[in-house]
């Protein structure tokens, strides 16, 4: 059974400063990885999502990584603002044939001015 | 696109009464997640379906809970009936595939807050 974690569960930072996100699988046979923010009480963005035969993913000041032999993946945050603050999730997708789903618990991120 | 659609923003039922959930997915989206999220449990897949059929559904914690996708715009979650456990927010999700083992990114709603008394 797919188990995923993520270190740390919460974190703050100065402003400014750029910071890595760790999450961690059990089951290497995945099609992809996705990372998430929420925001208190809203739903989930969709950040980066990475298929299993990619190693990176950049959008802006976030980067994403996944080395699926080891089962981890790293979001990368370059000069975190304070808008920036919310609850990041990744999401594994694996199964036979992809049908299941499993989410991390959130790294709580808060970036202080 | 307006995005994932999901009514109603928040409910609150008293225990034993029928809650029933909507969900209109974006359009051309051939994937629709019903997901559960729970301080106690994290964010938990429910059912999925693909192409208006329910592909999984070993998420659903009980008969009380179904979920219908009668057409390819729209999905229900229903609660019969409901419990204060069930209290939770329960969020829609959907994504299209490029066939090929190959899944894009799920898409999700701004959720439903069910409130059981």
């Known amino acids: 059974k797919q188990e995923v974690t993520q270190i740390p569960a919460a974190l703050s930072v100065p402003e400014g400063e750029n910071l890595v996100l760790n999450c961690s699988f059990t089951d290497s046979a995945i099609y992809n990885l996705q990372w998430f923010r929420q925001d208190p009480g809203k739903g989930l963005t969709s950040l980066l999502l990475i298929q299993s035969s990619q190693r990176e993913q950049t959008s802006g000041r976030l980067n994403a990584s996944l080395d699926k032999s080891s089962g981890r993946s790293t979001l990368y945050i370059a000069a975190s603002q304070p808008g920036d603050s919310a609850t990041y999730l990744c999401?594994?997708?694996?199964?036979?044939?992809?049908?299941?789903?499993?989410f991390g618990p959130g790294t709580r991120l808060s970036v202080l001015p | 696109d307006a995005g994932v659609i999901q009514s109603p923003r928040h409910e609150v039922t008293e225990m034993g009464q029928e809650v029933t959930l909507r969900c209109k997915p974006i359009?051309?989206?051939?994937?629709l997640f019903w997901y559960r999220q729970t301080m106690m449990r994290g964010l938990e897949l429910l059912i999925y379906?693909?192409?208006?059929?329910?592909?999984?559904d070993s998420g659903m914690p009980e008969d009380r809970f179904s979920a219908k996708m009668p057409n390819a715009s729209f999905s229900t979650l229903k609660i019969q009936p409901s419990e204060p456990r069930d209290s939770a927010v329960y969020f829609c999700a959907s994504s299209h595939s490029t066939g090929l083992g190959s899944y894009n990114e799920q898409f999700f709603g701004p959720g439903t807050r069910l409130t059981v008394l």
């Open positions: 379906f693909n192409n208006n059929v329910p592909i999984d």
């Open positions: 999401a594994v997708r694996g199964g036979n044939y992809g049908q299941n789903f499993v």
């Open positions: 359009s051309g989206h051939d994937y």
